[in-house]
């Protein structure tokens, strides 16, 4: 399929992977194009989104919230803890975003979402595992768990996003992925259009651990799509330690950055 060849043996997300005598011959039947703009990508490595359409996502970079990963505005300084994780910290150890969500990254998570575009899932899933790998390997999780959707919001959307890029995940780090381990076990109204206070109370009581065994004892990293407000992450988390999780840190693909 057009955008979604693999090439083997890439260095790293933006590889040039092999180039084997037949690999001119599979781009001229099968280019690889960009999931964005549809453009041919020469020597397009894994992840098929032009370097043109990926410059239109700024990916989140130091210096940042040591908890809860939002970015500081100034261009310099040292990682260190915001003011509202000090004065109120979260549940999670930590958590971090590949971009902000803006530009391509954006647009790529609504057809992914809401456009049942499930193939970006794969370029998505490849440029966290490539960005947010270090975090990864600094907690170093026992299991990846999705965000789990309420069954009413599965059989309306047909899939849930957060176990898709948690499969992939789950192959480039080699981590096991608990797909159950979290339950939602109460309708909640979608956190997009509330505000912050609103999300939290939206959320509470929300999931439910559905092994204790599986987590006990276990560094969890919990995976979704985008981090808003951290309501929800926070919420799962919650609910992971009272269940005897070890330790809860979260990985999504984007987050809105605060004004």
């Not at 999670?92 to 975003?97: M, V």
């Not at 912050?196 to 979704?224: H, I, P, Q, S």
Request: aromatic share 6%; net charge positive; hydrophobic share 45%.
């Amino acid at each position: 399929m057009a955008g979604e060849r693999d090439v083997a043996g890439g260095n790293g997300v933006w590889g040039r992977g092999w180039r084997g005598p037949l690999s001119g011959l599979l781009d001229l039947f099968f280019p690889p194009l960009c999931h964005q703009c549809r453009g041919f990508i020469p020597h397009a490595g894994r992840v098929h989104v032009c370097p043109a359409c990926l410059a239109t996502s700024r990916p989140v970079e130091p210096p940042l919230c040591t908890i809860c990963g939002v970015p500081f505005p100034a261009p310099a300084g040292i990682d260190h803890p915001c003011g509202p994780c000090l004065t109120t910290p979260p549940p999670f150890a930590a958590a971090r975003a590949a971009f902000l969500y803006e530009g391509a990254i954006r647009d790529l998570i609504h057809r992914f979402k809401y456009d049942g575009a499930v193939q970006v899932r794969r370029p998505l899933a490849l440029l966290m595992a490539d960005r947010l790998a270090p975090l990864a390997a600094e907690k170093a999780p026992d299991l990846l768990v999705p965000v789990p959707l309420h069954v009413r919001r599965l059989r309306q959307r047909g899939f849930n996003q957060a176990v898709l890029l948690g499969a992939l995940l789950s192959r480039e780090w080699q981590i096991p992925l608990g797909r159950r381990a979290l339950r939602r076990i109460r309708w909640t109204e979608p956190q997009v259009n509330l505000a912050a206070k609103e999300r939290l109370a939206n959320v509470r009581g929300a999931f439910a651990v559905t092994d204790r065994a599986r987590v006990e004892g276990k560094r969890v990293m919990l995976v979704d799509d985008v981090l808003t407000t951290g309501s929800t992450l926070a919420e799962c988390s919650r609910v992971l330690l009272r269940a005897g999780a070890a330790e809860v840190c979260a990985v999504t693909i984007a987050r809105v950055a605060w004004d």
